[in-house]
């Protein structure tokens, strides 16, 4: 089962605009593939020449060697089915009628559909979970239960290639998982070969193994996501900024687009505010922050720590320590000299320990020299003190030397800028 | 396994699908024989179901009936040489209509279209018009200049509207349909321009344009009938592609169906059946629209059974729609137009208001 797919020189321009400019690939037997790009990449036009709606101007496309446009329609038909984005259902046809439209190319012109077909249609039903709705009309159903039906026919077609054209654009984000799962398990139990124009790249990563990103009509890069989606391919194909990282449950890669507001630059009117690094929870800050153009430092942190990331990607001074070491006097001393130049520090609600006390201890000296100390969430330290009660002890202190308390961030940056705080009048 | 009992709940859901789909069937064909059987009886000249089945039986070969009074010929006349061919003549005319209209529903996928829909009944008229007023006396195979030049008004305006729909290689049917709209608009004005002119034969040309089935001979119906056959035919032969075509062009060519060419041969096969009937007996109206919608309706969009239920309906309400139009003020008679307009319109709304929970093409559930 499966085939292979060979594109080669693929041309083709709507009036005189090319929108396949010499696309090229191999899908190889088998291969579950997300067809990635922007809008007008050629992502859609690429799976119309592929599914013989559109003649390509030059180039070939071959399965399995064999020139597509040889293959009469049944031919083709046995051979590939297609999902499309929707279905219009202004008809009404009964879910089961729908489904066995999938034997189409199996009929023969005066033959009535037999027991095998009937059987095939059943079991295409069963998989995809519409069976319960055989009798219903299509035009009744729900968006999701409409791609299912759609689905089933496409199963029903015993295809060795699945083509999709962006088969959840309409779906509420169960249906989206269960659609795609539905073609992995299809490329996984039949070796069907399945080729997806995805708009959602971080969706697209949960359930394919390969990847091609179209750009300008041409395949800009093709293979495994971490050959694919790269923030150079993401900058050049969508032209936008997006950080690339890992999904912390699944360890997918993940994209996000950093939008507008956040691509502006720091305002270098605004002060400059130091914020202590170290897990997930200074990044809501830092995030909040630098919206509002403050001009940022962070640290301590490891590398691989997400505010080192964050960070990174908006160039933001960082000092960077090995992990699970003590801190060597040469971070001390940049942590210090940061703090210094800092207007005011931030304590952002992290855990702390034995490692990150130091640092604590840090802060704690330069509130001494007068400098706003603001410090997230007093109340919940208690329950991420992994010190035995220093940190909690060390935070209330600095509270008794009119560091500022406060419950949540939102109010951060309007009294960061008005150089306030409650205690500290 | 549970699916052996959904399986064999699913036969049954089947089997009454399969015996309401007869029943409807056996329905029409009653239908039809009823009102051929009453159309034959009723006329503006009374002659009676005994003399109706002698005579009838006397045209039976080696078969003599015995009878004490002699029937008048006239009698024989009446019902040999005109009820009966127009009974027939209508009931391939009505079947031809209903059957086009169901495909260029199902080919354009707009429930509004009509036989008439690409522009066949304008070329027609102004074939028709152009003859009447050109006063041709010309006659090929036993047919007059009118409909000779109805039906090939006909034929040409959808080659035109088909060339000019043409992109390349395919023919999109939104683009089909907006070209039949514009020929037809310039046709219907090229046809009013005539009539405008048209002085004495003004009554003629409108009575052509109500549509009409007076006249009718065994002629024009054996001529009537191989295109009707063949046109019938050339559809039905490709209703499990309408099917698919219902989906949408592209969706029926991943099913593996040849969309242009499947298009090029219903196109073919419903316009000869639109020509041949605006030919012999005039613009009539919605016969075409309303059948196939009732007929969805009541057993579903699968033109497998569409096609043939539209036929026989069709054939079935133009023959009645004629009787009446031949009775309601005999001995004059209306144009039958007139009669299925006013019958046509009021129940398209109807079935329109029935089916307001429905989509377009709604039936079954």
């Not at chain 1, 502006?264 to 009117?269: I, S």
């Given at each position: 089962m499966g085939l292979n797919i060979d594109v080669d020189g693929l041309k083709l321009a709507y009036d005189t605009v090319p929108v396949l400019d010499g696309t090229e690939f191999r899908v190889e037997r088998g291969d579950l593939v997300a067809l990635l790009g922007a809008n007008g990449a050629g992502k859609s036009t690429l799976l119309r020449c592929i599914s013989r709606i559109l003649q390509p101007a030059a180039g070939s496309i071959l399965l399995d060697g064999r020139e597509l446009r040889h293959f009469n329609s049944r031919e083709a038909a046995r051979l590939m089915a297609v999902v499309p984005q929707e279905t219009a259902a202004d008809f009404d046809f009964t879910v089961e009628d729908i489904v066995m439209m999938g034997r189409f190319p199996y009929l023969k012109r005066f033959r009535k559909e037999e027991g095998k077909d009937y059987d095939t249609v059943r079991r295409a039903m069963e998989m995809t979970g519409v069976a319960h709705l055989a009798e219903r009309s299509l035009a009744a159903l729900s968006g999701g239960e409409k791609q299912r039906v759609i689905m089933a026919r496409a199963v029903a077609q015993q295809p060795e290639v699945l083509l999709l054209d962006?088969?959840?654009?309409?779906?509420?984000i169960g249906y989206q998982s269960m659609l795609l799962e539905l073609a992995a398990r299809l490329n996984r139990e039949q070796e069907v070969t399945v080729i997806a124009a995805i708009h959602d790249i971080n969706l697209a990563v949960h359930h394919f193994n390969r990847f091609i990103l179209l750009s300008g009509g041409r395949v800009m890069a093709a293979g495994r996501a971490e050959e694919v989606i790269t923030s150079e391919n993401i900058q050049k194909s969508y032209g936008v900024k997006a950080s690339i990282y890992r999904h912390p449950l699944h360890g997918v890669l993940q994209v996000s687009v950093v939008s507008k507001k956040e691509n502006?630059?720091?305002?270098?009117?605004k002060p400059e505010v130091h914020v202590i690094g170290?897990?997930?929870?200074a990044l809501p800050v830092l995030e909040l922050l630098s919206q509002k153009g403050y001009r940022l430092t962070v640290g301590p942190v490891s590398a691989q720590d997400s505010s080192c990331r964050f960070a990174h990607f908006h160039s933001l001074p960082v000092i960077i320590v090995p992990p699970f070491t003590s801190m060597k006097d040469e971070h001390r001393q940049e942590h210090l000299s940061l703090m210094h130049r800092a207007a005011a520090i931030v304590v952002p609600p992290i855990p702390f320990g034995e490692g990150n006390l130091p640092i604590l201890e840090q802060v704690a000296a330069v509130l001494a020299e007068d400098k706003k100390i603001y410090i997230i969430d007093l109340q919940g330290v208690a329950e991420r003190d992994y010190s035995g009660g220093k940190a909690l002890k060390l935070l209330q202190e600095m509270v008794d030397r009119r560091a500022v308390v406060m419950e949540?961030?939102?109010s951060l940056p309007e009294i960061i800028g008005s150089g306030g705080g409650g205690t500290s009048e | 396994m549970t699916s052996d009992k959904s399986n064999y709940k699913n036969t049954e859901i089947k089997r009454g699908r399969g015996l309401k789909k007869t029943l409807f069937m056996a329905a029409l064909l009653l239908f039809l024989a009823m009102v051929i059987i009453v159309a034959t009886i009723l006329g503006a000249v009374q002659i009676g179901w005994r003399n109706i089945l002698s005579i009838l039986a006397d045209t039976l070969p080696f078969y003599s009936s015995p009878r004490a009074v002699e029937i008048a010929p006239v009698y024989q006349d009446i019902l040999l040489k005109i009820r009966l061919p127009r009974v027939l003549l209508a009931a391939a005319v009505g079947s031809s209509l209903a059957v086009s209209g169901a495909v260029f529903q199902g080919l354009f996928r707009n429930p509004m279209a009509d036989p008439y829909v690409i522009g066949i009944s304008s070329g027609a008229a102004l074939g028709a018009v152009f003859a009447m007023l050109g006063g041709f006396s010309l006659t090929v195979g036993g047919f007059g200049a009118v409909p000779l030049f109805a039906f090939f008004g006909g034929i040409a305006t959808i080659t035109i509207v088909y060339a000019m729909a043409r992109v390349g290689r395919a023919v999109p049917v939104m683009t089909l349909l907006l070209a039949g709209i514009a020929v037809s608009a310039f046709l219907s004005a090229l046809v009013s321009l005539l009539t405008y002119f048209a002085g004495e034969q003004l009554h003629q040309v409108v009575f052509w344009m109500m549509g009409g089935l007076g006249g009718a001979t065994w002629h024009q119906v054996k001529v009537m009938i191989p295109y009707a056959l063949a046109g019938y035919i050339c559809v039905s032969i490709f209703s499990r592609e309408l099917n698919a075509m219902l989906m949408g062009e592209e969706t029926a060519s991943h099913l593996g169906v040849d969309t242009e060419k499947v298009k090029k041969i219903l196109l073919v096969g419903a316009s000869l059946l639109v020509a041949a009937a605006v030919s012999t007996s005039g613009i009539i109206g919605f016969i075409g629209l309303v059948v196939p919608h009732f007929v969805r309706l009541v057993a579903g969009p699968d033109h497998r059974f569409l096609i043939p239920a539209s036929a026989l309906l069709g054939g079935a309400l133009l023959i009645a729609t004629d009787t009446l139009a031949r009775v309601i003020i005999a001995p004059t008679e209306l144009p039958v137009g007139i009669i299925t307009a006013l019958i046509g319109a009021p129940m398209f709304i109807y079935l329109l208001k029935r089916r307001k929970k429905l989509r377009y093409f709604g039936g079954g559930g």
């Open positions: 962006e088969p959840t654009a309409n779906l509420d502006t630059c720091f305002d270098q009117k170290g897990g997930e929870e949540t961030i939102e | -």
